[in-house]
C-alpha cells in the first residue's frame, strides 16, 4: 500500500475540470484503472491557469476524490499541459558511420539521436516531447532499429513538442504546492491519442482530436509513431460563448442550452423550433430559436475542424490516416458531432473509445477523461521500460530520496 | 462613339453648351488635328498659327493665319514677344473666332514662340466674347531646357492669371511614362495623347449624361483659382476587378507623383464612367480609395454611364493646388494695360470677376476658402473610432487566439458573416 510502484496517476488540469485518474498496473503490465477524482476547474482558461489559488483548490479536491475512490495515498503524478503556445514540428539528425566496417553501433544510434534534439528554440521554450520516428540508414525509410545494419549514413527523424517555459511551469508548481511530485509533463492530445488508438491504429494512421473546455489537441500516428501535433487555443468554452453572444444570454445558461439542445449539425426539425427559457419560478424569461442555436454550435465546431485540417493539410499528414478520425474530450459529446468531422476531414469520423484499457466501465465510456487516462497509461508504458532496470537499492534508495524532497 | 451620347444630351438638354477647341502653335495645331475626330463631334475646331505650312496641313475648320510683314512668313522664331504682340494686333481676329462659343478649349505646346505667345492673348480674347476658357498646356521635355522652359513658365503663368482653368502637362513626367527605347515621333505623340486624354476627361464631363452629375459650375469652381498646376489624370481598366485595377493604374500614375499629387491638391475632381455594367460598389470603392489618399481634398465626385463601354471603367481625376507664394515674383511683364487689374486682382486671392459667376457661387468659394482653416483643425482632431465593438465575452482579457490573422475569439457566425434573423 506505501508508495506502491504500480501505482500511477494522471492528472489533467483542464480548462472545465480537473480530473485526476488512478490506474494500476497489473502484472502483464496492462493498466487498470482504479479510480477517479473530478473537479469543476476555475482559473483556467484555454488550458492555462490564470488563478493558481483557485485552481489548486480545485486541483486538490480531485487528488483527494480519487484518492478515496482508489484508496491509495497519491504522492505523484503524470500531469497533463496544454496551451496554445505549445507546437510540435518534425526534426531530423544526421550521423555518418564512421566505424571501418560500416557496421551501426549503439553509440552511433545514440549519436543521431543526440543530434536531432539538438534543435533551435527560442530561448525561452523547453522541450516537451521529442519522441523518435524513423531511422533512415543511406536514405533508406523505415528503419526500426538500425543496430548491426551496415551504412554510411544514419539519420533520424524526431518528432519534437515544445512550449513556453515558464506556462509550462505554472502548472507544475501547483501540482508541486499540493506537496506532489510530477513525474513527467505529458502533451494532452499525445495521451489521448495513447487512450484511445490501438497500436493496428497507429500504425495505418490515425488523427485524435480532443476538443476540450479551453483547447483544442490533436496528434496524428502514421507508420506506428506519431507524425504531428498540435494545440488551438479553442474548445467548448467558444462554443458556450458564441451562443451566449448569439443569443444573449448569460454564459451559465448558454452552456446549459449547449449541453441540453444542441447539436454540431442543424437538425431537419430544428427549423422554426423555440425553446422557451424560464427562471427559477417556472416563469418563461425568451425564447430561444433552436436553428439558431444549432448554428452557431456548428459554425464554430466547423472552424475548429477546418483549422485543423488544413493544419496537416499543409504537412500532408491527412493522406496517412487510413483509420481515420477519432474524437475525444468533452465536445465529442455534442450529438452529430462525428458527422460534421467527417463533412470536413472525408473521412471516417467515430468518437474514441478505451479500449486499451480495463477498469471502471463509467470512466472509460466517456469522452472526458480520456486525457487523463492516456496520462496514466503513459506513466504505464514509461514505468515498464524502466521497471525492468529498478532493483531494490534504487527502489529504497527513491523513497528514502522522496522523504528527503518532501520533508 | 460619343457622338451619340452627345447629341441625346442635345436633344434633351436645351442648355447644351457650344464648345470650341482652339489649337495654338505648331504642337497645338497637331494635337486639335489629333482631337478632330468622330469622339470630339459637335466642337468647333480652329487653329491658330504663324506658319502657314503647319496651318496648310490642318483639317480644322477655321485657320487662322497670323502675319506681319515683320515675320517675312518665318514665323515668330520662337520669341513670345514677338507671338504677343502679332496676337494683340490681330485681337479682333481671335476675338471673333471664339464669338458664339460657351466653352473654348485652348490647346497648345508652350515653350515655342507661338504656344507662349499668342495663348495667353487668347485667352483673355475667348474671355471677353463671354466664353469659359480653359487651356491645356504641355510644358517642355527636360531636353529643351534653358530658354524655352523659361518662356514656358513665363506663358504658364500669364495663361493662369487669364484663363479659368489651366491643366498642364509637364512633358518631362510624361517622359516617365515612355519607354526609353520610344522613339521620339513616338513620344511626341504619346504624349500628346496624355493631354487629349485630359481633354477627353473635362469633354466628357461636359457632354456625358451622368447619373451622378457634376455640374459644370462646380467644376469651374474647382480649376479657377488654384493659381498652380492641376494635375490630371485619365485611366481605364477591364475586367472582373476593374475598380481596384483602375485606382491602381491611378496611383502609379506619373502625372500624380505615385499619388503624391493627391495628398497635396486641395480640390479634387473624380469623374468615373463606366458600361451599363456599372456597379455603386465599384464607384464606392473607387472613391473610398481615392479618398484614403487625400489629405485635405475636398472631392467633387460624378459618375456617368457610356453605353458603348462594356465590361470596362475610366477614370478622370483633376487634383488642383493652391496658389504658392512665389506667384508673386514670377511677374510676367504684361504688354496690355487692361490685363493688369484684373490679373493683380486675381493674384491677391480675391473673388473673380468673372462673367459666369453668380452671387451664390462667389459666397460659396469665399467660404470655401475662409472655411478650410478650421476644416483642417477639425480633421486633425477626430478620433479613430473603433469599427466593430464585438464582446469577446469571458475571453475578453485573456490571451487572444490568433490564427493566420483572425481573431478566433470572435464568434464564428459574426466573422463569417451568417445572419441570424
Same mark, same amino acid.
Given at each position: ?100 566496417? #560500416? ?28 519522441? #523518435? ?209 467527417? #463533412? ?39 514505468? #515498464? ?23 | ?29 497637331? *494635337? ?7 469622339? =470630339?463631334?459637335?466642337?468647333? =475646331? @480652329?487653329?491658330? !498659327?504663324?506658319?502657314?505650312?503647319? $496651318? ?17 512668313? $518665318? ?15 490681330? %485681337? ?30 487668347? @485667352?483673355?480674347?475667348?474671355? !471677353? ?11 517642355? %521635355? ?20 487669364? @484663363? ?46 451622368? $447619373? ?19 494635375? %490630371?489624370?485619365?485611366?481605364? @481598366? ?6 481596384? !485595377? ?103 486671392? !480675391? ?13 460659396? *468659394? ?53 445572419? *441570424?434573423?
Amino acid at each position: 500500500m506505501f508508495d506502491d510502484p504500480n501505482i500511477i496517476v494522471g492528472l489533467e488540469i483542464g480548462t472545465s475540470k480537473i480530473c485526476a485518474v488512478v490506474g494500476e498496473v497489473g502484472a502483464e503490465g496492462a493498466l487498470n484503472v482504479i479510480g477517479i477524482g473530478q473537479s469543476p476547474a476555475r482559473g483556467v482558461r484555454k488550458g492555462e491557469i490564470v488563478d493558481a489559488t483557485q485552481a489548486e483548490e480545485c486541483v486538490r479536491n480531485a487528488i483527494v476524490e480519487a484518492e478515496q475512490m482508489a484508496d491509495v495515498e497519491i504522492r505523484d503524478v503524470y500531469l497533463g499541459v496544454t496551451g496554445g503556445h505549445l507546437r510540435g514540428f518534425n526534426n531530423r539528425g544526421v550521423h555518418p558511420v564512421v566505424s571501418a566496417d #560500416r557496421e551501426i553501433s549503439a553509440d552511433d544510434v545514440q549519436d543521431v539521436i543526440k543530434n536531432a534534439k539538438a534543435i533551435n528554440l527560442p530561448a525561452q521554450n523547453t522541450v516537451v516531447h521529442a519522441v #523518435r520516428q524513423h531511422f533512415f540508414v543511406d536514405g533508406q525509410d523505415g528503419v526500426t532499429n538500425p543496430v548491426g545494419m551496415l551504412g554510411a549514413r544514419l539519420e533520424v527523424e524526431m518528432h519534437v513538442v515544445h512550449g513556453i517555459t515558464n506556462r509550462l511551469q505554472n502548472s507544475i508548481r501547483l501540482v508541486k504546492g499540493l506537496q506532489l511530485e510530477v513525474d513527467d509533463i505529458v502533451f494532452n492530445g499525445l495521451a489521448s491519442s495513447l487512450a484511445l488508438l490501438t497500436c493496428e491504429q497507429k500504425e495505418l494512421g490515425a488523427l485524435v482530436i480532443d476538443i476540450g473546455g479551453g483547447t483544442t489537441d490533436y496528434a496524428v500516428y502514421a507508420n506506428g509513431v506519431i507524425r504531428n501535433t498540435g494545440a488551438l487555443a479553442l474548445g467548448g468554452d467558444h462554443v458556450s460563448n458564441d451562443l451566449g453572444h448569439g443569443l444573449k444570454v448569460p454564459l451559465s445558461r448558454a452552456e446549459k442550452l449547449k449541453k441540453e439542445s444542441g447539436s454540431a449539425v442543424v437538425e431537419e426539425n430544428a427549423k422554426g423550433r423555440t425553446l422557451t427559457i424560464t427562471n427559477e419560478l417556472g416563469l418563461p424569461l425568451r425564447v430561444v430559436n433552436v436553428e439558431h442555436l444549432q448554428r452557431i454550435m456548428s459554425l464554430r465546431l466547423e472552424e475548429i475542424f477546418e483549422i485543423v485540417a488544413q493544419d496537416l493539410e499543409q504537412d500532408g499528414a491527412l493522406d496517412y490516416l487510413r483509420a481515420g478520425v477519432f474524437l475525444s474530450g468533452g465536445c465529442a459529446r455534442i450529438p452529430h458531432v462525428a458527422k460534421l468531422a467527417e #463533412r470536413v476531414f472525408q473521412m471516417q469520423v467515430s468518437i474514441g473509445q478505451t479500449n486499451s484499457i480495463s477498469g471502471l466501465k463509467s470512466a472509460l465510456d466517456q469522452p472526458e477523461f480520456n486525457t487523463a487516462i492516456g496520462l496514466a497509461k503513459f506513466g504505464s508504458l514509461k514505468a #515498464r521500460k524502466q521497471g525492468g532496470k529498478s532493483s531494490l537499492a534504487s527502489g529504497i534508495k527513491g523513497v528514502i530520496g522522496k522523504f528527503i524532497q518532501r520533508s | 462613339m460619343k457622338t451619340k451620347g452627345h447629341e441625346t444630351v442635345a436633344a434633351e438638354n436645351p442648355r447644351t453648351r457650344s464648345i470650341h477647341v482652339i489649337g495654338v502653335g505648331g504642337a497645338g495645331v497637331i *494635337l486639335a488635328d489629333a482631337m478632330n475626330s468622330g469622339e =470630339f463631334a459637335g466642337a468647333r =475646331f @480652329a487653329v491658330i !498659327d504663324t506658319d502657314a505650312q503647319s $496651318l496648310a496641313a490642318s483639317s480644322a475648320a477655321v485657320k487662322i493665319h497670323l502675319e506681319t510683314k515683320l515675320l517675312r512668313g $518665318l514665323g515668330t522664331g520662337g520669341d513670345p514677344e514677338r507671338g504677343r504682340a502679332l496676337a494683340q494686333e490681330h %485681337f479682333s481676329v481671335l476675338q471673333s473666332a471664339c464669338e458664339g462659343a460657351d466653352v473654348v478649349f485652348i490647346v497648345a505646346g508652350l515653350g515655342g514662340g507661338a504656344g507662349s505667345g499668342i495663348t495667353p492673348v487668347l @485667352a483673355r480674347a475667348a474671355r !471677353d466674347a463671354g466664353a469659359i476658357v480653359f487651356a491645356f498646356v504641355t510644358l517642355p %521635355f527636360a531636353a529643351e531646357f534653358g530658354r524655352r522652359e523659361q518662356q514656358a513658365r513665363e506663358g504658364l503663368e500669364q495663361l493662369k492669371a487669364i @484663363a479659368d482653368g489651366v491643366i498642364c502637362l509637364p512633358n518631362r513626367k510624361a517622359v516617365k511614362m515612355i519607354d526609353e527605347n520610344t522613339p521620339i515621333l513616338e513620344t511626341f505623340r504619346i504624349s500628346g495623347g496624355l493631354l487629349i486624354e485630359g481633354v477627353r476627361g473635362v469633354w466628357q464631363l461636359l457632354v456625358r449624361p451622368g $447619373l451622378i452629375q457634376i455640374h459644370f459650375e462646380d467644376f469651374c469652381a474647382l480649376v479657377r483659382d488654384r493659381h498652380s498646376e492641376s494635375a %490630371f489624370a485619365f485611366v481605364e @481598366a477591364g475586367g472582373p476587378s476593374r475598380s481596384r !485595377d483602375a485606382v491602381e493604374k491611378l496611383l502609379a500614375h506619373p502625372l500624380l507623383d505615385d499619388g503624391r499629387a493627391l495628398a497635396e491638391a486641395d480640390a479634387i475632381l473624380v469623374s468615373v464612367t463606366g458600361g451599363k455594367d456599372l456597379t455603386m460598389a465599384e464607384v464606392g470603392r473607387v472613391m473610398e480609395q481615392i479618398g484614403r489618399h487625400r489629405n485635405r481634398a475636398e472631392i467633387v465626385m460624378g459618375a456617368g454611364i457610356d453605353p458603348e463601354m462594356k465590361n470596362s471603367l475610366s477614370i478622370t481625376l483633376i487634383a488642383a493646388k493652391n496658389a504658392t507664394p512665389k506667384v508673386e515674383q514670377l511677374d510676367p511683364d504684361n504688354a496690355d494695360g487692361a490685363e493688369t487689374p484684373e490679373s493683380s486682382r486675381r493674384r491677391r486671392g !480675391d473673388a473673380p470677376s468673372a462673367p459666369s459667376l453668380t452671387l451664390a457661387q462667389r459666397e460659396q *468659394l469665399v467660404a470655401r476658402h475662409s472655411g478650410r482653416g478650421r476644416r483642417e483643425k477639425s480633421k486633425m482632431l477626430q478620433t479613430q473610432l473603433p469599427l466593430a465593438i464585438v464582446s469577446k465575452g469571458r475571453f475578453d482579457k485573456s490571451e487572444p487566439t490568433i490564427h493566420k490573422g483572425e481573431d478566433l475569439d470572435i464568434p464564428t457566425y459574426i466573422r463569417k458573416g451568417v445572419p *441570424l434573423n
